[in-house]
Every structure is written in structure tokens, then in C-alpha cells.
Nanobody, 125 residues
């Protein structure tokens, strides 16, 4: 069974940076892509970034140029570097993984079978 454990959340002022990490253990699960979602209070979950097995990345429009997703295959870890943070980036950030061979970068929940518990990011103005 796939396991995902996030770390690195915290509180920063607007303009600051944070790096989230997600250690993952696929077990017997077939996983082809990883990503990050976030959820602000009272809002639906929103896809932030994704990365495929070949390293191809995709981003939600509001984070392009500010966030960078990457992975270290040897460490079974995926990262989300977040720079120039804004108050609207506040939310619970989830590490996610999916196993569909038809994935083409879609950042919507049905494409992701596995979810971590989340790590809180708070950006103050």
C-alpha cells in the first residue's frame, strides 16, 4: 500500500519561501506520477503541481514561476519549493500520487489514488 508523509510546512511572511518534502513508499502500488494539492479553509482541494516518471512537470497557473516541483528517485522523495509566497497560498498541502497510464498532467483529484495527511502552510501579509 502506498504511503506518503509530508513535512516542511510552517508560517512565513509574504515574499518568503518554504520547501515541502514528501517521503513515499509505493509498496505494491503502481505509481506513475506524484504531485501536490492544497486546500484553504472553506475551499475545495486545488491541484498545485505534478511530476511524471520522466520528470515532466505541470503547474497550476497561479503558482507558475514561483513554485518548483522536483524529485529525488534515490531517496523516494518529492519536493515543492515555494518562493515569493502570497497570503492566498495559505492552506493544507497534500502530497499525492497516481497510477493511471493515461495521465497527461491533469491536476484534478480523481487522477490521484493516494493522499498524504497534509502539512500546513500559512502565509501572513
Amino acid at each position: 500500500q502506498m504511503k506518503l508523509v509530508e513535512s516542511g510546512g510552517g508560517s512565513v511572511e509574504a515574499g518568503g519561501s518554504l520547501r515541502l518534502s514528501c517521503a513515499h513508499w509505493p509498496g505494491a502500488s503502481r505509481v506513475y506520477y506524484l504531485g501536490w494539492f492544497r486546500q484553504a479553509p472553506g475551499m475545495q482541494r486545488e491541484g498545485v503541481a505534478g511530476i511524471a516518471t520522466d520528470g515532466t512537470t505541470t503547474y497550476e497557473d497561479s503558482v507558475k514561476g514561483r513554485f518548483t516541483i522536483s524529485k529525488d528517485v534515490a531517496k523516494n522523495t518529492v519536493y515543492l519549493q515555494m518562493d515569493n509566497l502570497k497570503p492566498e497560498d495559505t492552506g493544507l498541502y497534500y502530497c499525492v500520487a497516481g497510477g493511471s497510464t493515461r495521465w497527461e498532467g491533469q491536476l484534478s483529484p480523481p487522477w490521484f489514488n493516494y493522499w498524504g495527511q497534509g502539512t500546513q502552510v500559512t502565509v501572513s501579509s
